[in-house]
């Protein structure tokens, strides 16, 4: 992914001082925080809910969340760890309001068949299917993981300190998800 260049001092700046700019009232530095990081939390919501217009809405209040913190915003974590906590915790208290658990969406970003013939299209959308299945059967903690991992590189580290986990604990989700998703898709 390629990502916006800002730069603070003559480098690049790093999310954690535009974030630190924006809390002074940089709303450029905001900007460039937000493309950076809108696809990647995109679809991780979008895949957490599976309804667009709910990703959408549950979407813009993390932004907003963020907004609101920025003048209490202080780097402990990366601005990753920072922000995908938001997104957690915006997302369990949807859960939880609503008593559902957590669903993913796969196909919406789906990369079009290496061929254009109707077989190969048959069978991408079938591999997709048994994929999007299998992440569907994973457990809750497990799919959430794979996501951050998957959709925005989180580390370990950075998963455990966002979910509120030990990083073995964070690890070993991570693991199980990727194992269960390669075994789901090699019985196919």
């Known amino acids: 992914m390629t990502c916006p260049a800002r730069k603070l001092g003559g480098?690049?700046?790093?999310?954690?001082?535009?974030?630190l700019a924006y809390r002074q009232g940089d709303t450029g530095a905001f900007e460039t925080l937000y493309a950076r990081h809108k696809g990647p939390l995109y679809r991780f919501v979008l895949r957490s809910?599976?309804?667009?217009?709910?990703?959408?809405?549950?979407y813009q209040e993390i932004w907003m969340r963020v907004?609101?913190?920025?003048?209490?915003?202080?780097?402990?974590?990366?601005?990753?760890?920072?922000l995908y906590t938001i997104a957690h915790n915006r997302l369990t208290d949807h859960?939880?309001?609503?008593?559902l658990h957590l669903v993913e969406l796969a196909g919406h970003d789906a990369p079009a068949p290496a061929a254009d013939e109707p077989e190969s299209r048959v069978q991408g959308r079938q591999s997709l299917q048994r994929f999007a299945a299998a992440l569907?059967?994973?457990?809750?903690?497990?799919?959430?993981?794979f996501l951050m991992h998957e959709e925005s590189g989180m580390s370990v580290a950075d998963i455990a300190?966002?979910?509120g986990v030990g990083?073995?604990?964070?690890?070993?989700?991570?693991?199980?998800?990727?194992?269960?998703?390669?075994?789901a898709m090699a019985d196919g």
């Open 11 to 19: 480098v690049e700046a790093a999310d954690e001082d535009l974030m």
């Open 49 to 58: 809910v599976r309804e667009r217009g709910l990703a959408e809405e549950l």
């Open 67 to 82: 907004i609101e913190a920025r003048g209490r915003y202080g780097v402990q974590a990366k601005f990753t760890t920072w």
């Open 95 to 99: 859960w939880r309001r609503r008593g």
């Open 136 to 145: 569907a059967a994973l457990p809750a903690a497990q799919r959430e993981a």
């Open 161 to 163: 300190a966002a979910t």
């Open 167 to 183: 990083e073995e604990a964070a690890k070993s989700r991570v693991r199980y998800a990727l194992a269960k998703l390669r075994e």
